[in-house]
């Protein structure tokens, strides 16, 4: 089940989420400094391209409180505000609403990525 979802979800929305994850990645990953950064970009692109059969874990300390401020400042908001329009979008409809939930769980992942976790079903 949770291939069928996903492939419809790479359809519906989950390629453009990933899309936007990956291109934060390459762009954080020019400096020496943002590569940490970025290789945590293409962790939760890999999660935008299949988030059915995964769940998030937040957690994290004081240092990833500091990585999440900065992350929101320079690329969060823009990721988080996309997946957000596409989770409502796809929330009209009954049939599009576990992957407008699916969108709602990445854009909060967008919001705090630094000292989440994934988790596999």
Not at 10 to 21: C, D
Not at 53 to 70: E, H, P, Q, T, W
Not at 100 to 107: I, M
């Amino acid at each position: 089940m949770n291939f069928i979802g996903n492939l419809i979800w790479l359809i519906a929305a989950g390629f453009w989420q990933g899309l936007g994850w990956t291109l934060a990645g390459f762009l954080w990953s020019i400096s020496i400094v943002g590569i940490p950064i970025g290789r945590q970009c293409f962790k939760f692109a890999a999660l935008s391209f299949s988030p059915f059969g995964k769940d998030v874990r937040f957690g994290g300390g004081a240092m990833s409180m500091l990585m999440n401020i900065i992350w929101l400042l320079v690329s969060g908001i823009p990721l988080a505000i996309g997946s957000l329009v596409s989770g409502l979008i796809l929330c009209v409809t009954i049939i599009g609403i576990p992957f407008g939930q699916q969108c709602f769980k990445l854009a909060k992942l967008a919001l705090m990525p630094f000292g989440a976790e994934i988790i596999y079903d």
